[in-house]
């Protein structure tokens, strides 16, 4: 398999704010960002791969600014680093009031992602090299976060097992 650059995968989305997006403080509901986030990460996963993908993880999704009604939203992901089927996704989302220019980064997170064949097995992935220095702080740091998402979905799983799926709050006897 060959190597590809991060910049093979970039993916943008720029949309307006609008109405039926924000909440009543009129800025841009989460979740409505958070779907953007993993709209265009996806894309630049799926990009890399060349292959089906899904969303393995999510990391923190940290919202640094408010998005307000009638700014524009535009999101940004890369292929940061690759690890046999997988993939971790950098995503940037920068708010800019149209009105007067001023830019805001709004989000960061990373995502993970699995490509798949079409029995939805994860196949493997060509490595990424990183060209610039912000690319290889990011590729750096892969391993580390890496760890950290299998540390925590451990913890989940754990979590999964001791909660299983009955309603511990309705009574049962």
Not at 26 to 53: N, Q, S, W
Not at 80 to 93: D, G, I, L, N
Not at 143 to 166: C, D, M, V, W, Y
Request: include cysteine; proline fraction near 5%; charged fraction near 25%.
């Amino acid at each position: 398999m060959e190597r590809k650059t991060c910049t093979n995968s970039l993916a943008v989305k720029t949309s307006h704010v609008l109405p039926p997006d924000t909440n009543s403080h009129g800025t841009l509901f989460g979740g409505v960002l958070m779907a953007h986030v993993d709209d265009v990460a996806a894309i630049a996963a799926e990009r890399h791969a060349r292959k089906p993908v899904v969303t393995a993880s999510t990391d923190s999704v940290d919202f640094l600014e408010p998005v307000k009604e009638g700014d524009s939203i535009c999101v940004e992901a890369f292929v940061t680093w690759t690890h046999h089927t997988s993939m971790e996704v950098f995503v940037k989302a920068v708010t800019e009031n149209l009105l007067t220019g001023e830019r805001k980064v709004c989000t960061t997170a990373f995502l993970t992602f699995v490509a798949v064949d079409d029995d939805g097995r994860p196949v493997p992935v060509e490595e990424i090299y990183p060209e610039t220095e912000q690319e290889k702080v990011l590729h750096d740091g892969a391993p580390i976060r890496a760890e950290q998402r299998r540390e925590r979905r451990r913890h989940s799983k754990e979590l999964a097992k001791n909660f299983g799926t009955a309603y511990p709050w309705i009574n049962r006897t």
